[in-house]
């Protein structure tokens, strides 16, 4: 189990390293294009593509890094076991949330099999699917990171309460 989670989070390191690679290139090409005067429409919208890419894949990698923004002044006042409990609450309304989101995503995919990018002329649904593929990786990571926080759920110094 723990090969397939390192694998998983590699995967998705290296998708988001190629997808911001891909966007500099795009970027450095469109600026290019201007100065030497080459067409440069579509690089400007396969950055803005591999950008969409790029931020909906580095949310689960933020979440795994805890750069998520998180209140967490109650959590800090309570004792381990509350913490525990706590902290399975929000991962469930967050993989409701989730589940919410990735059948939208579906949904938001489907549709993008009849609409068409504007310059590039290939099928919307390519740049939706980010969205589904977004929150299955937030979802795996949130699980995760509800495993690997257990003993110290909200980072703090907890106190175990009797």
Request: aromatic residues 12%; glycine residues 8%; without cysteine.
């Amino acid at each position: 189990m723990t090969r397939a989670i390192r694998v998983f989070r590699s995967v998705t390191d290296a998708l988001l390293i190629a997808l911001f690679a891909f966007m500099v290139a795009a970027v450095v090409f469109g600026v290019a294009g201007r100065y030497l005067h080459f067409k440069i429409s579509y690089s400007v919208e396969l950055a803005t593509y591999a950008q969409i890419w790029m931020t909906a894949i580095g949310a689960g990698v933020a979440l795994r890094f805890g750069a998520m923004f998180a209140l967490d002044t109650l959590s800090r006042h309570l004792g381990l076991a509350a913490q525990r409990l706590l902290s399975v609450v929000i991962a469930g309304f967050s993989l409701l949330l989730m589940g919410v989101m990735f059948y939208g995503g579906v949904i938001l995919t489907e549709s993008g099999l009849r609409q068409m990018s504007p310059v590039l002329q290939f099928r919307m649904s390519w740049i939706f699917l980010a969205v589904p593929v977004s929150t299955f990786i937030l979802g795996v990571e949130i699980v995760l990171r509800l495993i690997e926080r257990w003993n110290d759920p909200f980072g703090g110094d907890a106190e175990e309460v009797a």
